[in-house]
T-cell receptor, first 112, second 117 residues
Framework: AQSVAQPEDQVNVAEGNPLTVKCTYS??????LFWYVQYPNRGLQFLLK??????LVKGSYGFEAEFNKSQTSFHLKKPSALVSDSALYFC??????????FGTGTSLTVIP | DTGVSQNPRHKITKRGQNVTFRCDPI?????LYWYRQTLGQGPEFLTY????????KSRLLSDRFSAERPKGSFSTLEIQRTEQGDSAMYLC???????????????FGPGTRLTVL
């Protein structure tokens, strides 16, 4: 069975500081991993994905994520947080092409 | 705008009424997905279509729920005899399909927020 865990419901970071949003996964076979961001009353916006290759994936808005197979993790990172990054972040896994399994989300607050 | 669109954006209904939501996917995307998101949770898969064929349904999709995609373009999700527990955001997503279907990104619409009184 596929599953995703986001261990932190809430992450607070000061503007300009680096941020990390954690994600661990459990999947049989090769994992295809995704990060989405959701602003209030909006749908999910795609940030980045890992399929294969380089473990460090770069995505939209300066975000990147590091795939770690041994730790089954796919943490989202950004070197310098902006207030506008405050939103809800979801990690998702898919290895069948049929559906995504989402984590419960992490609320990121960037403090000015 | 060529993204995924959903209508209505908000729906308030009384318990026991039927509601129908519409999703228009990105035009060249063959796969269309429905998810449900409740407060404080991630989206949960309901069903998906490959063109007009409904290929998989979650056990979350009770008999009161039905989804169609009659011409392989837009899709509708109907909930009959709504219950208060149906209150949620209903999200639609579409995905291109090709040789690398497993790696394709799902693109989400803005969602329809349902409130059942």
């Amino acid at each position: 069975a596929q599953s995703v865990a986001q261990p932190e419901d809430q992450v607070n970071v000061a503007e300009g500081n680096p941020l990390t949003v954690k994600c661990t996964y459990s999947v049989s076979g090769n994992p295809y991993l995704f990060w989405y961001v959701q602003y209030p009353n909006r749908g999910l916006q795609f940030l980045l994905k890992y399929i294969t290759g380089d473990n460090l994936v770069k995505g939209s808005y300066g975000f990147e994520a590091e795939f770690n197979k041994s730790q089954t993790s796919f943490h989202l990172k950004k070197p310098s947080a902006l207030v506008s990054d405050s939103a809800l972040y979801f990690c998702a896994v898919d290895n069948t092409g049929n559906q995504f399994y989402f984590g419960t989300g992490t609320s990121l607050t960037v403090i000015p | 705008d060529t993204g995924v669109s959903q209508n209505p954006r908000h729906k308030i209904t009384k318990r026991g009424q039927n509601v129908t939501f519409r999703c228009d996917p990105i035009s060249e995307h063959n796969r269309l997905y429905w998810y449900r998101q409740t407060l404080g949770q991630g989206p949960e898969f309901l069903t998906y279509f490959q063109n007009e064929a409904q290929l998989e349904k979650s056990r979350l999709l009770s008999d009161r729920f039905s989804a169609e995609r009659p011409k392989g373009s837009f899709s509708t999700l109907e909930i009959q005899r709504t219950e208060q527990g149906d209150s949620a955001m209903y999200l639609c997503a579409s995905r291109p399909t090709g040789l690398q279907r497993k790696t394709d990104t799902q693109y989400f619409g803005p969602g329809t927020r349902l409130t059942v009184l």
